[in-house]
């Protein structure tokens, strides 16, 4: 596994570098709001911020 610590510039990691990052792991991101963008970790906490809703249900953060 890769240290975040000393990674440098821009680099894109793999599904399985992602995983192993802990606390990284969630659902895809949903609108729970007009404005807010969720989505649920692993151990089932849920993140929401400021984002745009999208007629497919998804969201982008802001």
Known sequence: MKNIINLTGVQ???????QDIKGSWGR???CKGPR???FRLANGSEFCDYGYCQSN?????A
Not at 12 to 18: A, G, I, R, Y
Not at 57 to 61: D, H, K, Q, R, V
């Open 36 to 38: 807010q963008c969720c």
């Open 28 to 30: 895809r991101v949903y």
């Open 12 to 18: 894109k990691l793999s599904k399985k570098e992602q």
């Open 57 to 61: 249900g998804s969201c982008m953060w």
